[in-house]
Antibody, heavy 126, light 109 residues
Framework: QVQLQQWGAGLLKPSETLSLTCAVYGGSFSGYYWSWIRQPPGKGLEWIGEINHSGSTNYNPSLKSRVTISVDTSKNQFSLKLSSVTAADTAVYYC????????????????????WGKGTTVTVSS | EIVLTQSPATLSLSPGERATLSCRASQSVSSYLAWYQQKPGQAPRLLIYDASNRATGIPARFSGSGSGTDFTLTISSLEPEDFAVYYCQQRSNWPPLVTFGPGTKVDIK
């Protein structure tokens, strides 16, 4: 059974860089995309971006200028860096496995996130 | 950007009742919509993918339907553990962007 274990600094000051890592245990690392999602206190879910085992990335345009997602296939890990954080970046950050495939008949991608990490609470405060 | 709208924002029901949750997309997402359940302090859990397929281990009381722009998640008979927030989610082709609806909270009446 696939499990995601995530870790990283939980308290940051404004302008610092958020850094989180997610390790994948018990399953294949290739053939999927690996995503980061965040949830501010009391609010909904926001997709940050994703990466595959080859290092191909997609980012949310609203965060793209500050986000870097990287992969270490030798360790089955992927990481998130978010620069120049502010209080608005305070949230629970989740990593997740994303299943992505192209359906030629409908010219559309199927996509869902079927395995999630437990989440890391990140607080930005001076 | 495809915007997902969920209704109602809150659904107050009693155990044993039927819950019907709606998700509407601002443009067609074909049949490629997913539903998640989130309980307080927990990560979201995948319930339904491709609009109508139950994820592994999800009870049969959960069902999904719809295509194009209108989708429904139905819980046929609410169990105590079903009171939670439910999100729909889609991924647009271009630009590649994943979006979630704002959520529907199902609480105990």
């Amino acid at each position: 059974q696939v499990q995601l274990q995530q870790w990283g600094a939980g308290l940051l000051k404004p302008s610092e860089t958020l850094s989180l890592t997610c390790a994948v245990y018990g399953g294949s690392f290739s053939g999927y995309y690996w995503s980061w999602i965040r949830q501010p206190p009391g609010k909904g879910l926001e997709w940050i971006g994703e990466i595959n085992h080859s290092g191909s990335t997609n980012y949310n345009p609203s965060l793209k200028s500050r986000v870097t997602i990287s992969v270490d296939t030798s360790k089955n890990q992927f990481s998130l860096k978010l620069s120049s954080v502010t209080a608005a970046d305070t949230a629970v950050y989740y990593c997740a496995r994303s299943v992505l495939g192209w359906v030629a008949t409908y010219s559309y991608y199927y996509y869902y996130m079927d395995v999630w990490g437990k989440g890391t609470t990140v607080t930005v405060s001076s | 950007e495809i915007v997902l709208t969920q209704s109602p924002a809150t659904l107050s029901l009693s155990p044993g009742e039927r819950a019907t949750l709606s998700c509407r997309a601002s443009q067609s997402v074909s049949s490629y919509l997913a539903w998640y359940q989130q309980k307080p302090g927990q990560a979201p859990r995948l319930l339904i993918y491709d609009a109508s397929n139950r994820a592994t281990g999800i009870p049969a009381r959960f069902s999904g339907s719809g295509s194009g722009t209108d989708f429904t998640l139905t819980i046929s008979s609410l169990e105590p553990e079903d009171f939670a927030v439910y999100y729909c989610q889609q991924r647009s082709n271009w630009p590649p962007l994943v979006t979630f609806g704002p959520g529907t909270k199902v609480d105990i009446k």
